[in-house]
Antibody, heavy 119, light 107 residues
Framework: QGQLVQSGAEVKRPGASVKVSCKASGYTFIDYGISWVRQAPGQGLEWIGWINPYNRNTDYAQKVQGRVTLTTDTSTTTAYMELRSLRSDDTAVYYC????????????WGQGTLVAVSS | EIEMTQSPATLSVSPGERATLSCRASHTVSSNLAWYQQKPGQAPRLLIYGAYNRATGTPARFSGSGSGTEFTLTITGLQSEDFAVYYCQQYNNWPRTFGQGTRLEIK
């Protein structure tokens, strides 16, 4: 089923940007979509967006639209999530997940990356 | 946006008993519904996809049912490792949405 390994924790100031990486292995990277999900401390799961690594089509949640960009690098089988103009309520653990096919459920999850936004 | 509502928020059940968790969608999601289990400090883990298909490694005591707007996750013969938070998610429409979760605790 493969594996996803994410980059390490980040601490950022309000207004800054962060870029989280998600290194995929053990499967054909372009055959499966990747979604990004976040979880604020003590809260539930929030879907952020999705990318098709084959054609780089994306879809984003309204809440982060305009501040988030999902990209992929097929040469390194790595997905990236960049979030700009960070606010305190962006503090969360960010997960990437490999989908079933291009559009399905989240089959394999990364270990999560804590992004803390604090002045 | 399709809203997913889970009930109850917290469920207290004794080991060995049955737990029934519900998930309701604000509009039909066909059978494009998944259930995830999350334990403290861990990433979510896929349990059920397509409303009733067990994911690889999901024990047979977990079963999913429903279609359209009403879904149920049933866990029979609860074991200690089953006490966790459970989320449903629809993947029929954009944006994908999760329920707020049901915490399953030991009674």
């Amino acid at each position: 089923q493969g594996q996803l390994v994410q980059s390490g924790a980040e601490v950022k100031r309000p207004g800054a940007s962060v870029k989280v990486s998600c290194k995929a292995s053990g499967y054909t990277f372009i055959d499966y979509g990747i979604s990004w999900v976040r979880q604020a401390p003590g809260q539930g799961l929030e879907w952020i967006g999705w990318i098709n690594p084959y054609n780089r089509n994306t879809d984003y949640a309204q809440k982060v639209q305009g501040r988030v960009t999902l990209t992929t690098d097929t040469s390194t089988t790595t997905a990236y999530m960049e979030l700009r103009s960070l606010r305190s309520d962006d503090t969360a653990v960010y997960y990437c997940a490999r989908l079933r096919g291009i559009y399905g459920d989240n089959v394999v999850w990364g270990q999560g990356t804590l992004v803390a936004v604090s002045s | 946006e399709i809203e997913m509502t889970q009930s109850p928020a917290t469920l207290s059940v004794s080991p060995g008993e049955r737990a029934t968790l519900s998930c309701r969608a604000s509009h039909t999601v066909s059978s494009n519904l998944a259930w995830y289990q999350q334990k403290p400090g861990q990433a979510p883990r896929l349990l059920i996809y397509g409303a009733y298909n067990r994911a690889t490694g999901t024990p047979a005591r977990f079963s999913g049912s429903g279609s359209g707007t009403e879904f149920t996750l049933t866990i029979t013969g609860l074991q200690s490792e089953d006490f966790a938070v459970y989320y449903c998610q629809q993947y029929n429409n954009w944006p994908r949405t999760f329920g707020q979760g049901t915490r399953l605790e030991i009674k």
